[in-house]
């Protein structure tokens, strides 16, 4: 599209719901060239952040955190492509609303070619779960990775259910 709307990222969110309290940005380190995703925190680098006095602590132990909830800005930015969001899909009560299989490779350093398999047994293995998914009624939504060369499959659920059920249905499909 021309333009990405505020009905577009909500019905983006509409499948990708996760928690709307906080969520996490996707940064990449100039002097390492790393990237990771870390929680949004209105507070980050002010006179209280403890990442900002060096005070050795991780920012869920910091007393003043206070994160940034998710908005259809922040996921109108990341559809246009400005930043790279992403949800905790876990809510507070221990349920969610999706399962996502990661076909990404996840060995030590892989992050600094954005986690890209070093061969193509990922493709017939995300193919095999697209099957096994189809075989049992369910149209799961396939996605290639940043790299080109790992996919994350998607599956998503008409209500909240309790993560454990998810990830043992999970475990049943692999």
Not at 113 to 136: G, H, P, Q, S
Not at 153 to 173: Q, T
């Amino acid at each position: 599209p021309n333009e990405i709307t505020k009905d577009m990222a909500n019905r983006f969110f509409a499948r990708f719901w996760g928690r709307t309290d906080v969520y996490a940005k996707r940064v990449e380190s100039k002097k390492t060239n790393k990237a990771g995703y870390y929680p949004q925190c209105i507070n980050f680098w002010s006179d209280g952040c403890g990442k900002k006095w060096n005070a050795g602590f991780r920012c869920q132990d910091c007393h003043y955190q206070k994160y940034k909830a998710l908005t259809i800005d922040s996921i109108m930015s990341h559809l246009k492509g400005n930043e790279v969001i992403g949800v905790y899909p876990l809510h507070k009560d221990n349920t969610c609303r999706f399962l996502v299989f990661d076909f990404d490779n996840h060995e030590k350093g892989a992050e600094a070619t954005d986690f890209a398999n070093t061969d193509n047994e990922w493709y017939k293995e995300v193919e095999a779960l697209r099957k096994m998914c189809e075989i049992n009624g369910i149209k799961p939504l396939v996605e290639r990775s940043r790299s080109g060369k790992g996919a994350h499959v998607w599956i998503f659920f008409k209500k909240a259910i309790p993560a454990s059920v998810a990830r043992n249905f999970g475990f049943m499909l692999l």
